[in-house]
């Protein structure tokens, strides 16, 4: 049998052969993990901070804290599948983390902003709870805005491209 049935598929696939993700990817790889991380990281905060009230709601925290990680192993599958070549996870990241995943983060922030009179209002009740939810959130944004780009890296859009 001859080669030329195959001949269109790209080299990597004809031989076997997996390619190795190039450096942008990888980062863009990290950058996700990272964002995942902090979202984690806040949760765990929140959900400690819910518990020590005295009319915590334990059935409704632990829906919450079960749909966040649902979603987080989602991203998680889908940031993988991303390594591996996938336009459709490159895509699905875009639209889902780089859109509507920092919109939710930086909407609250944004909104408490906009209605202080003041930006000292901003820190009035500083709490060591808040700062910390607030380095989380803020590492999860910077390691968002550093994954997405990545994927769009001239490397990373060439091994998009190949597969």
Known sequence: MTDTAFSVWPAPLRSGAARTPPRAVHVAFVGLVVALLAGVGEAIVRAAAM????????AGLSTGLAMRLG???VVLFVAIRMTHGARWARILLTFGIGVLGLLSLIIEPLAALLSADKFGDLFTGLTAESAVIGLFRTIHIVAVLIAIPAMYHPAARRYFRQR
């Open 71 to 73: 979603i987080y192993l």
């Open 51 to 58: 518990l020590e009230r005295a009319e915590a709601d334990i």
